[in-house]
């Protein structure tokens, strides 16, 4: 007797990718029967063992047969014993149990075979239980290149509905795909859902239920993992279409002195340098800026929900919203991007209490998830006010010369938005040599004015 595990698993994983059905058939394809290919083949014993004649837990073969086969040379053991074993033999906990005492069931039938199916995957649960801020995750997430593509919310048997928190805890970043995939749990009762982009002038997503599995007994079981193994298609070809996310989505990604995470809906960020009175100090100038902003009615910018100075928490601040970061794809878009961050401009560098960003590049602008034509400046941890000192800390290939000398002004800014016309008339073709010309001249001793600039670019936007 051979163990052939591993084609097994190979034979999953070779399977064509399809193309992205729409949210009306999906339930058709979570339901489509496995080729005898691919069915888990195990010796005559080990099926056997399976079938059950108890009255309140029947398995009999037609419901083996969902997924298994017989053979006589051949048995999937090792593959049978991770992904199907502790689905099968374990069965829900009392439905008085708490929440936590579900998670394990809930693992076993949810979490351990879409990461066999998807080993490149990543997975995060219950990471923000304690949040100060209120949970903003999802109970349970599973990414693929940064993108956090199945997401699923978790209650006891006897708990309130969790369907609203999968709306609740989602800011949409997954375009071009029309949907994601998630799931909601009430005990052993699991729906599985596709999360969709929300309607123009929304902020919530549309959420439409696929399938219900009532985890019960082993015969809905078997019924449920071949709806995991069918879901898994699904989930890489919404990978293909997204591609990757240049920053994971609650995963922390560190930089020299501060931790970044971006979470469902807000941006966290830590600051970690090794003399906690520079961390509380980066944070009350955050506190300062933002308030500042706000005075100022400066328009397309972010906002500080949160931030905390002291031992419990260290020195960390919340932002929001949680944009899409996402580079103009075409001249109309770039025009649109152009223009909201010469209005910021204009507004902050009012003669009452100037602002400036002194840092303005792509990495700090983010398109609005439900308002496509809306971008937003961020990152403000560089800015200054007058007097201005040097910015000697900033990169010198991509910053104007003025910023690294003290008493410079609003045009250091000036000159961040040339360069964002410049760099993307690298990856936007066919753009307008007149444009691409603003842009140098921008960068330029010849600067027009914030007032000169968005009057131009809206003609051309005409």
Same mark, same amino acid.
């Given at each position: 007797?051979?163990?052939v595990s591993a084609r097994t698993l190979e034979n999953f994983k070779k399977r064509p990718k399809p193309t992205l059905p729409p949210v009306n /058939?999906?339930?058709g394809f979570l339901e489509r029967p496995l080729s005898e290919d691919l069915k888990i083949p195990l010796l005559?014993?080990?099926?056997?063992?399976?079938?059950? =004649?108890?009255?309140?837990?029947?398995?009999?073969?037609?419901?083996?047969? $969902?997924?298994?086969?017989?053979?006589?040379?051949?048995?999937?053991?090792?593959?049978?014993?991770?992904?199907?074993?502790?689905?099968?033999?374990?069965?829900?906990?009392? =439905?008085?149990?708490?929440?936590?005492?579900?998670?394990?069931?809930?693992? =076993?039938?949810?979490?351990? @075979?879409?990461?066999?199916?998807?080993?490149?995957?990543?997975?995060?649960? =219950?990471?923000?239980?304690?949040?100060?801020?209120?949970?903003?995750?999802?109970?349970?997430?599973?990414?693929?290149?940064?993108?956090?593509?199945?997401?699923?919310?978790?209650?006891?048997?006897?708990?309130?509905? @969790?369907?609203?928190?999968?709306?609740?805890? &989602?800011?949409?970043?997954?375009?071009?795909?029309?949907?994601?995939?998630?799931?909601?749990?009430?005990?052993?009762?699991?729906?599985?859902?596709?999360?969709?982009?929300?309607?123009?002038?929304?902020? /919530?997503?549309? $959420?439409?239920? *696929?399938?219900?599995?009532?985890?019960?007994?082993?015969?809905?079981?078997?019924?449920?993992?071949?709806?995991?193994?069918?879901?898994?298609?699904?989930?890489?070809?919404?990978?293909?279409?997204?591609? &990757?996310?240049?920053?994971?989505?609650?995963?922390?990604?560190?930089?020299?002195?501060?931790? *970044? /995470?971006?979470?469902?809906?807000?941006?966290?960020?830590?600051?970690?340098?090794?003399?906690?009175?520079?961390?509380?100090?980066?944070?009350?100038?955050?506190?300062?800026?933002?308030?500042?902003?706000?005075?100022?009615?400066?328009?397309?910018?972010?906002?500080?929900?949160?931030?905390?100075?002291?031992?419990?928490?260290?020195?960390?601040?919340?932002?929001?919203?949680?944009?899409?970061?996402?580079?103009?794809?075409?001249?109309?878009?770039?025009?649109?991007?152009?223009?909201? $961050?010469?209005?910021?401009?204009?507004?902050?560098?009012?003669?009452?209490?100037?602002?400036?960003?002194?840092?303005?590049?792509?990495?700090?602008?983010?398109?609005?998830?439900?308002?496509?034509?809306?971008?937003?400046?961020?990152?403000?941890?560089?800015?200054?006010?007058?007097?201005?000192? @040097?910015?000697?800390?900033?990169?010198?290939?991509?910053?104007?010369?003025?910023?690294? /000398?003290?008493?410079?002004?609003?045009?250091?800014?000036?000159?961040?938005?040339?360069?964002? *016309?410049?760099?993307?008339?690298?990856?936007?073709?066919?753009?307008?040599?007149? $444009?691409?010309?603003?842009?140098?001249?921008?960068?330029?001793?010849?600067?027009?004015?914030?007032?000169?600039?968005?009057?131009?670019?809206?003609?051309?936007?005409?």
């Open positions: 007797v051979v163990d /058939e999906l339930v005559q014993y080990q099926y056997d063992c399976l079938i059950s =004649n108890n009255f309140e837990d029947l398995c009999t073969s037609k419901d083996l047969n $969902i997924l298994f086969c017989v053979s006589k040379f051949e048995n999937s053991f090792g593959f049978y014993s991770k992904f199907v074993s502790a689905s099968l033999w374990n069965n829900p906990p009392s =439905n008085v149990g708490t929440e936590y005492s579900f998670v394990s069931f809930w693992d =076993n039938n949810i979490r351990y @075979p879409l990461e066999l199916l998807l080993p490149d995957g990543n997975f995060v649960r =219950n990471t923000s239980k304690h949040m100060s801020t209120n949970r903003d995750r999802p109970d349970y997430g599973f990414l693929l290149s940064n993108a956090c593509l199945f997401r699923g919310e978790e209650k006891s048997f006897l708990n309130e509905d @969790p369907r609203a928190e999968l709306g609740n805890k &989602l800011v949409w970043t997954y375009e071009p795909a029309p949907y994601i995939l998630g799931y909601y749990a009430n005990g052993p009762t699991v729906e599985f859902v596709a999360i969709c982009s929300p309607q123009p002038g929304s902020t /919530e997503p549309n $959420i439409f239920n *696929i399938a219900k599995s009532d985890l019960q007994t082993k015969a809905q079981r078997i019924l449920h993992l071949r709806r995991m193994i069918n879901l898994s298609l699904i989930i890489e070809s919404i990978h293909n279409a997204i591609g &990757l996310h240049d920053f994971p989505e609650f995963y922390p990604v560190k930089r020299s002195d501060k931790i *970044i /995470e971006v979470c469902a809906t807000k941006v966290k960020k830590t600051f970690t340098h090794s003399y906690p009175a520079i961390n509380y100090g980066r944070v009350e100038k955050l506190r300062n800026i933002y308030k500042k902003l706000e005075v100022k009615g400066v328009p397309n910018v972010d906002k500080l929900f949160a931030s905390y100075c002291d031992e419990k928490h260290g020195a960390v601040v919340y932002l929001e919203p949680k944009g899409i970061r996402v580079n103009p794809s075409n001249q109309e878009e770039l025009l649109n991007a152009i223009i909201c $961050i010469l209005e910021t401009l204009e507004v902050l560098h009012s003669e009452d209490d100037p602002i400036f960003h002194q840092d303005i590049r792509w990495s700090h602008v983010v398109r609005l998830s439900n308002e496509k034509s809306k971008w937003i400046l961020i990152d403000w941890d560089d800015s200054d006010s007058p007097p201005t000192r @040097p910015a000697s800390h900033l990169a010198k290939d991509n910053h104007t010369p003025e910023v690294f /000398e003290a008493g410079h002004g609003g045009e250091v800014d000036i000159w961040g938005v040339g360069r964002l *016309i410049t760099d993307a008339s690298i990856w936007i073709t066919g753009l307008s040599h007149n $444009i691409i010309k603003f842009g140098e001249q921008m960068q330029s001793n010849n600067k027009p004015s914030v007032y000169d600039a968005i009057n131009f670019l809206k003609s051309l936007a005409k």
